[in-house]
């Protein structure tokens, strides 16, 4: 039987916010589970999700999230957003973060850092994204040392070939 | 001795409908099918396990429930089921699609 190339799908992520932390992790994880081939390149805040200072920091301000409904927290509050006028005071930003963490470890959703582990184990590359490493001023050893390595566009286009790509 | 699957009913994607007709010897062969050749006691560990879980729940386990569950690491669930445990390992199992997303 002739060699066939596995399906391969690349994330690309570039957000650091605890929410946009995890589309990749979590689909990530479901196409490994399927055998499919995976490869995540962490760009500008998303590199957050592989340093290890950052990634059990990660945070989610109620500001300008429109989607953020005081009935997340289970009050009967319909359509009613988080005012405004709350969102800035001092711990919100704490508060939101908090409670998303607590509403994902409810579900059994691990934290980011466990996260990138079980990629890593179940074989994802993942590499950070050399121009914003020089630009944040970062070094090897901040990162994970599940972080592959760090390389540049263009090798990330290359070692890609074929992939699907999903910019996140 | 070759295990006759006729007599078993699938779905079109391939998993068991009735995990009830499941028997061990259909799980070697259904291994087989998998591309494992040889279901080690480690490899028995998972499948007992999703019995277990399939079983009480009515739902295949998902792969961290497998992982945190058995005490068998991520990295060795992909080495004893390569290349998509999630599937290979529920369909062994003789349970549905794991439905899970973790």
Redesign the interface.
């Known amino acids: 039987m002739a060699e066939q190339k596995?399906r391969h799908i690349a994330f690309i992520c570039s957000k650091g916010d605890l929410d946009m932390a995890y589309p990749a992790l979590?689909m990530g994880?479901?196409a490994?589970?399927?055998?499919?081939d995976v490869t995540i390149f962490f760009t500008f805040w998303g590199l957050d999700l592989v340093t290890k200072k950052r990634v059990d920091k990660l945070e989610i301000s109620p500001i300008g999230r429109t989607s953020f409904k005081m009935s997340l927290m289970g009050l009967p509050t319909g359509n009613l957003g988080i005012p405004g006028i709350l969102s800035i005071l001092p711990g919100m930003t704490a508060f939101s973060s908090w409670f998303l963490k607590w509403k994902m470890k409810k579900?059994?959703?691990?934290p980011v850092r466990e996260y990138i582990?079980?990629l890593h184990?179940?074989?994802a590359k993942m590499y950070g994204c050399k121009m914003t490493v020089d630009m944040f001023g970062l070094k090897k050893e901040d990162f994970l040392p599940q972080l592959d390595d760090v390389v540049t566009a263009s090798d990330f286009i290359d070692m890609t070939d074929g992939a699907q790509i999903i910019f996140i | 001795m070759t295990v006759d699957l006729t007599q078993i009913s699938f779905n079109e994607e391939g998993f068991m409908t009735d995990p009830h007709q499941w028997t061990k010897e259909i799980a070697e062969e259904l291994a087989k099918q998998e591309g494992i050749e040889t279901l080690t006691a480690d490899h028995w560990k998972i499948i007992d396990f999703c019995r277990q879980v399939g079983l009480a729940s009515g739902k295949a386990p998902t792969l961290r429930q497998i992982t945190t569950g058995t005490g068998i690491s991520t990295k060795d669930l992909f080495a004893l089921y390569p290349k998509g445990p999630a599937k290979k390992v529920a369909r062994i199992a003789g349970l549905g699609k794991p439905e899970g997303c973790v």
């Open positions: 596995n979590i994880w479901a490994l589970g399927n055998g499919v579900l059994g959703v691990p582990e079980m184990d179940a074989g």
